[in-house]
């Protein structure tokens, strides 16, 4: 027994040892590896390196960030001459990622979602050359990846503004000095306060609100898997009449924006089903004015119908909601509500179907039809 269990540790320990010597050797030579070995790396700028390396590391996949300096001429530039704006170096994080666990369009993805592509002078209140947004391709695939993910964001008609956001050829990454490495947790006070004050996530919250345009749509138009017959059978048959956006909410997990969306203020009585499977969800008695633009109950109609799920996406913990027959990605709950559940069940409207009381009936829901007795 005990031999065994040395055998493991050995292994464990050999395979930690060559995800850090493959980082390392990312780090002396700022070159990707051979593409037939599944640790890749990657390389993006978008304001302070701090933010985006504390952002990153978050990531499933992701063995290690490096901050650093790229984009200019000068070798192994300080970061007062980087700051001096002479240099032409951008502050930048060099990712080591295991590809198998980890996929460059999701390091993209995260990428966008924690910068504003339209600033052209900088990253929020981080203002210079140096924190201009660039994406820094190693290869082929990553160039054309970047590009297409460019385009698409273009396309989405989220912004007013002209994108900013630079793709070129990485040429040398330098590394920065040593107190400018893993500073969220080698200085998480100053590190907090820092972000806090840059008024980063407030802007990035509201920047990417409309996210819901870009990632999913094209997805949505995939066709639903088909029967024996030929024909959309169960479930999937539902999924070929929701719309885009109803596709990205329920089967993408996206978030449509608050105050925008069909039932936030909704009053009227009735109960309201899966968008999917039809199954009942929530009702209007438990329904309540929760200020988020979302809407939101404080518990469910029928408890059996719905799966609670961790989720560590976007950099945040939460408590995912799902119906179980559907499977759709209602949104998530919360421990913040009114009496007497103290809960707040947060649902996107594209979700949900709303069955209005006069035509329970003939909707099939004629059961539910007691929940409005007496009135």
Known sequence: MTE??????FISVLTAFTLQS??????RTGKPMNSKDKMK?????GGCFWCLEADFEKVDGVVKVISGYTGGKTENPSYREVCSGETGHLEAVQIYYDSTAAD??????????????TDSGGQFTDRGTQYTSAIFYHDERQRKLAEYSLDRIRESGIFSRPIATKIEKLDRFWQAEEYHQNYHLECPLRYRQYREGSGRDRALEKIWNNAYKLWGPEKSKRKAEKGPSGEASGKNKSKEKLTALMYGVTQENQT????QN?????KREGIYVDAVSGEPLFASAHKFESGSGWPSFTRPLEPENLVEKPDRSHNMIRTEVRSKKGDSHLGHLFQDGPPPTGLR???????????????????????????FDGE
């Open 4 to 9: 065994k269990i040395s055998i493991v540790f």
């Open 345 to 371: 069940y947060c649902i996107n409207s594209a979700a949900l179907r709303f069955i209005p009381k006069d035509e329970l009936e003939k909707e099939g829901y004629a059961e539910y039809l007691k929940l």
């Open 256 to 259: 449509e924006p608050p105050f």
């Open 262 to 266: 069909e039932y936030w203020d909704n």
């Open 22 to 27: 493959a980082a390392s050797s990312y780090e």
């Open 104 to 117: 460059y369009r999701k390091l993209l993805e995260v990428f966008w979602r924690h910068i504003d592509p």
């Open 41 to 45: 790396s990657a390389t993006f700028a």
